[in-house]
């Protein structure tokens, strides 16, 4: 181990094919080691022909197959020297961009106490996706998932006034979560690298500022990795705008799914708003009226039924579109000043009946509470709803009028717009009504995004039509606002001598996941094909054939590599066939290969190449390296 921190005169060990006994003599102790070059004959490295049998994506096989992790448990990766190099060459621009924007680096342990989380809530919040564990005291301690509570309690020990902010500050960590179905090798872990970064400022501009520098240097950083990325609008917050975005990189095997519009602009199918329809004029809708209806059990029925005995006012048939399914769902509330636990609320929502309830979607606009679909029990409770016709007319604003003594509040999808005739349930047992108006003939307690979002639909930004891509989150950025430092009573003084709370953002990315992602985008069946930039070397050098020649000319070129700075693989294996090399090469993934073999010893020629074969062209040794400068 203590040896191989230092210089060894590297090349008299090589050429001399000796291994440690060599360096006794030739190592110049006081020196450290400069030489970058990773040789194949004693790299850690065993490459696999075969892809590991449980690996579900391209990226989880052939960074297995080319030795730069291994498997430890599922969801858990040891990083192999080649790796390993790669990950340090994502976390040093990651870090380069940071330090561009005057954030600065700190680190957390991964293994924290209880309390922290249990002011937040995110002890429970968090479920059976975190890591506890206990110390030999009983006492409680999590692995962390993220890491948002100790930086804010940092802040709030060392800083106590607005003189001290802004500060934005990060850590590259481990973190532990303990995924309900990890997969794809190192895109959903249970062990994974994240950068997190998290802003302080003394008022909203000032995040608002801090944000926007992040979100640029994520921007740098993905472009510099060379991975493609669409940000994406997550949730429009209390404050309007854009409150949080993530950073997708798209690719078929991602579990989000992003909706994209002509203009570019993307978001999240949670985040996604309907633009606003125009109000419809109603004066020439009939009155409503309440009609026995046994016949009408299906949605066809139905509309056949209306089409024959009611036509619109307005000339067009009536449409599954036109029927107000009214769907009941449970809010389950946390405790909040009225309630000291949680509970549970039924509401109704009106939405348009060719159209299903997209529960993750509605309930992005109910958070922190959850949405589940109600039970025959919770029906039971509220004999004014008749299974199979609940309408309008016994809930919200409507339902004091009917009679209800406890009405449940009542909401419209965004689809649903003021003016708009339907053919709804009537609160009784086959019977339902005919040109119900909207805003005519009943109201709602207010209006949400309840329903799934199609293909075609209108952008909200009114663009085109919108369409639907897969991608993988790579990062994500936040305003939080005053979420954690009113939790954790994070204040400082402002120039009036006035304690206020600290505006805070939080920014994300996913370290081994980007690397991961990378490799998914960039491979053929061969292998991997690394950007450069990130590429464990930006050479790799095959010496082929039994001549010692070529190795010495290999040798030579390595050397006039690594002194211009050149990061090299070189394959100097001996007695390993030249397809055998190729083949490494190529699952390897360096971006440029140089040959130096039959036509090295015949004619004095190397052989340069690009990883995919292309490019490929024969120059004299003496200007192999000027030629590889060019090509870098
Ligand atoms: P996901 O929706 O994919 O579970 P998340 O939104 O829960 O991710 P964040 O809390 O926003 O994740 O974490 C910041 C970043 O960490 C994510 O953008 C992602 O790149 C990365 N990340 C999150 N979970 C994992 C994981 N299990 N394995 C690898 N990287 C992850
Ligand atoms: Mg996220």
């Not at 066939?577 to 130096?596: C, H, N, Q, R, W």
Request: glycine share 8%; net charge negative.
């Amino acid at each position: 181990m203590l040896l191989g921190m230092w210089h060894c005169n590297c090349r008299t060990m090589v050429a001399e094919g000796r291994g440690l006994a060599g360096l006794s003599v030739h190592a110049n102790i006081l020196e450290p080691m400069t030489s970058n070059t990773l040789r194949m004959s004693t790299l850690f490295l065993r490459t696999l022909r075969e892809d590991p049998a449980d690996a579900d994506v391209d990226s989880a096989k052939l960074l297995q197959r080319a030795g730069y992790i291994r498997k430890a448990a599922p969801g858990i990766w040891t990083w192999l020297p080649l790796g390993l190099r790669v990950l340090n060459k994502i976390e040093a621009i990651i870090r380069e961009e940071m330090a561009g924007i005057g954030a600065q680096e700190v680190h957390f342990p991964a293994l924290l106490p209880r309390e922290p989380y249990e002011a937040t809530h995110r002890w429970e919040e968090y479920g059976d996706n975190i890591f506890r564990l206990k110390d030999r005291h009983q006492a409680d301690y999590l692995l962390a998932p993220t890491h948002e509570e100790m930086f804010t309690l940092l802040v709030k020990d060392m800083y106590s006034s607005y003189k001290d902010l802004p500060v934005v500050l990060y850590q590259i960590q481990t973190k532990y979560r303990d995924e309900f179905r990890p997969r794809a090798g190192l895109i959903r872990g249970r062990e994974f690298v994240m950068k997190d970064a998290y802003s302080f400022n003394v008022d909203e501009e000032g995040m608002r500022k801090a944000y926007m520098d992040e979100r640029g240097a994520y921007e740098r950083v993905f472009q510099r990795i060379g991975l493609k990325y669409v940000p994406v609008f997550a949730m429009s917050g209390p404050m309007g705008g854009s409150a949080s975005e993530e950073f997708l990189a798209p690719m078929p095997i991602g579990e989000d799914t992003f909706a994209l519009a002509p203009s570019g602009k993307a978001w999240n199918v949670e985040a996604l708003h309907t633009p606003e329809l125009p109000e419809i004029d109603a004066s020439n809708t009939p009155a409503a009226t309440k009609e026995s209806t046994p016949d009408a059990k299906t949605i066809d029925k139905m509309i056949e039924r209306a089409n024959a005995d009611h036509p619109r006012a307005d000339g067009r048939e009536w449409a599954a579109s036109d029927i107000l399914k009214n769907v009941v769902i449970a809010v389950k509330h946390p405790e909040d000043e009225e309630h000291d636990e949680p509970w549970r609320e039924l509401i109704v929502v009106g939405v348009p009946g060719d159209r299903t309830v997209d529960m993750k979607r509605l309930e992005a606009q109910f958070a922190p509470s959850e949405l589940e679909e109600a039970t025959e029990e919770d029906l039971k409770k509220h004999p004014e709803l008749v299974p199979g016709y609940i309408g309008p007319m016994v809930l919200g604003p409507q339902a004091e009028a009917a009679g209800v003594k406890e009405p449940l509040r009542y909401f419209v999808d965004a689809h649903v717009v003021k003016g708009s005739a339907w053919f709804t349930g009537a609160d009784e047992h086959e019977v339902d009504y005919y040109n119900l108006v909207y805003g005519r003939d009943f109201e709602a307690d207010g209006v949400v995004e309840a329903v799934e979002v199609r293909h075609g639909d209108m952008s909200p930004d009114g663009s085109g039509p919108l369409s639907f891509e897969r991608g993988v989150e790579i990062g994500q950025v936040f305003q939080l606002g005053l979420k954690y430092s009113k939790a954790l009573d994070l204040k400082v003084l402002d120039q009036n001598g006035k304690a206020v709370p600290v505006w805070m953002g939080c920014y994300g990315i996913g370290v081994s996941r980007v690397l991961a992602c990378v490799a998914e985008t960039h491979h053929d069946e061969a292998g991997l094909a690394w950007p450069s930039v990130i590429a464990p070397a930006q050479v790799h050098v095959v010496a082929t054939g039994k001549d010692a020649a070529a190795f010495e000319g290999a040798e030579k070129l390595v050397e006039a590599l690594e002194a211009k700075g050149v990061e090299v693989i070189y394959d100097d294996r001996k007695k390993v066939s030249p397809g055998v090399k190729f083949k490494d090469a190529e699952l390897i993934g360096v971006p440029t290969i140089a040959v130096v073999g039959r036509d090295f010893v015949n004619d004095g020629t190397i052989e340069i190449r690009d990883r995919n074969g292309e490019n490929k062209v024969a120059v004299p040794a003496d200007q192999a390296v000027e030629t590889l400068l060019e090509r870098l």
